[in-house]
């Protein structure tokens, strides 16, 4: 049986694994610089942070919608509601937070070379968006269909 940290952990990899494309935009691989001098090292740092918000988030999710008894119908479509808006707000507020606080401590300037910084960001969260979305559904199904009865 796949522990609930294997699944969580492999979530994380996926995603992390999904997103790593977009690092080809400079403007979001420039992002990446700190904290500390190393582009992976930084990307599995924040990444990772990131993804803890995100599971967190998940959990906050389902006690609000079903609590801790058995989850109906209506249930699961509020936590599939409830994970979807997570996961746009969650790093759509990170990106806020590093077009706000990056550039005033002068790790990261908007301006540059190549897509536009706030362009090059809302497509890092939509994508993030959609690469968790697609995750959490298919865990979830993965998780259904093994549970079912033989």
């Known amino acids: 049986m796949i522990s609930e940290i294997g699944i969580v952990t492999g979530f994380a990899v996926v995603v992390l694994l999904f997103w790593s494309p977009l690092l080809a935009i400079t403007r979001l ?9 190393w582009l992976v090292v930084n990307y599995l740092l924040i990444g990772g ?16 919608s ?7 119908g209506s249930d699961a479509v509020r936590i599939v509601g409830g994970v979807f808006l997570a996961n746009i707000f969650l790093p759509g507020i990170s990106a806020l937070a590093a077009l706000r606080i ?20 809302g497509i890092g969260v939509i994508w993030y968006a959609v690469i968790t979305s697609f995750g959490f559904v298919f865990v979830g199904l993965v998780l259904m269909f093994a549970d079912l009865p033989t």
């Open 66 to 72: 079903a609590g801790t008894g058995t989850v109906t």
């Open 29 to 37: 691989r420039e992002l990446l610089r700190w904290p500390t001098r």
């Open 102 to 121: 990056l550039p005033a401590r002068g790790y990261w300037t908007p301006k540059g070379d190549g897509l536009n910084s706030h362009i090059a960001l």
């Open 49 to 64: 942070g990131l993804l803890v918000g995100q599971c967190l988030s998940y959990l906050v999710v389902i006690l609000l």
